[in-house]
């Protein structure tokens, strides 16, 4: 039976709204997802017996169930008992490009790619939805992560509706290799303080939701706007990370002060990237940057806006 390699790009966040609690516990968000050239490659290989392997390059990514890969494909497993008593079980090897816990969706992309990997392993013929509804019951962002390119996110990140391409853009992004940002953590942290802001009556969400859907980020981009999207990146997040990580807003000011479209820090951090007008400029930027704060922990990478998310390497 033959393997599958796939490529499953990095995300960032254009846009991160934060609109109010959800009874589920989660946050109601709005955010505009943009996967980006930077990718994992991650290859499903068939084995003999009825178990799930995971294995990767990176000492920092657990091979056990805490690994996003490891639960999308118990919850395969589960689904599909029929798929693994036919097939036997499966060996995930994961060659990680993606910085961990960054904030730029290193492990839901994975996840994303062993659905998809083992719906054609296991000759499934899932649709794009009930892939992305088998996504949603691992993490919030795995939904986009499988189809990818540009897309507005509401709910709690899983409610998806596609926006045009922008793959003509590039990215320079940086992160301090020694700093972690813990997800959980930013959105218990922006609930408490600023969890008095947060909508609550039912027909104001839906008035919330609207405004983005017809707000100036999402126009900016159906108008390839380059400048006005630069203008208009926001993350609410920030305003937890940045004063905790004084490190951060330190970076972001270094690229802001550079001649770029705009800068943000992305999801839940602590990666911070900067939009530029090509390639070229992105590693421009990079260079500027590293000698300017001349400081051996932080890790430049450069890439495109993709329009791409999980496809066969
Ligand atoms: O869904 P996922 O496991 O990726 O979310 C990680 C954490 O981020 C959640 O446990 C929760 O603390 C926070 N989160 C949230 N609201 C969302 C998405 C994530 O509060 N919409």
């Known amino acids: ?16 709204e934060i609109i109010g609690d959800r009874p589920d516990g989660y946050h109601e968000l709005a955010m505009v997802l943009q996967s980006i050239s930077l990718a994992d490659k991650v290859d499903i290989r068939p084995i003999e017996i009825d178990t799930i392997f995971v ?20 919850l395969m497993a589960q689904q599909f008992p029929e798929a693994m008593a036919q097939y036997g079980g499966v ?44 996504a949603a019951q691992i993490g919030s962002d795995i939904p986009f992560c499988i189809k990818g390119g540009t897309a507005l996110a509401t709910g709690r990140g899983e409610v998806l509706s596609p926006l045009v391409n922008l793959d003509n853009l590039s990215v320079v992004l940086a992160k301090y290799r020694s700093l972690a940002i813990s997800t959980p953590w930013a959105y218990k942290t922006y609930r408490t303080q600023f969890g008095d802001t947060y909508v609550r009556k039912a027909e104001d969400l839906q008035s919330r939701r609207q405004r983005v859907h017809s707000g100036g980020i999402v126009s900016a981009i159906m108008q390839r706007d380059r400048a006005k999207i630069g203008q208009l990146l926001h993350n609410d997040l920030e305003k937890v990370a940045l004063p905790e ?48 704060l001349a400081n051996p922990d932080l890790d430049f990478w450069t890439a495109q806006l993709s329009s791409t998310g999980i496809t066969l390497a």
Not at 3 to 12: D, F, R, V
Not at 55 to 74: G, I, W
Not at 101 to 120: H, N, Q, R
Request: glycine letters at 8%; a negative charge.
């Open 245 to 292: 990580y004084p490190e951060v807003l330190q970076l972001r000011e270094a690229f802001a002060s550079q001649n770029v479209l705009g800068t943000m820090m992305s999801g839940s951090g602590p990666t911070v990237f900067a939009l530029t007008e090509s390639e070229r400029q992105a590693l421009e930027v990079a260079e500027t940057v590293r000698n300017q």
């Open 1 to 16: 039976m033959r393997s599958y390699s796939l490529i499953a790009p990095a995300k960032i966040n254009l846009y991160l």
């Open 55 to 74: 294995q990767c390059n990176h000492a920092a990514v657990p091979n056990d169930q805490t690994n996003l890969a490891y639960r999308a494909a118990a």
């Open 91 to 134: 060996e995930i090897t994961i060659d990680k490009q993606i910085p961990v816990a960054a904030g730029l969706a290193g492990g839901s992309t994975d996840a994303a790619a062993v659905l998809v990997g083992l719906d054609l392993l296991w000759k499934l013929g899932l649709t794009q939805g009930e892939l992305e509804d088998l």
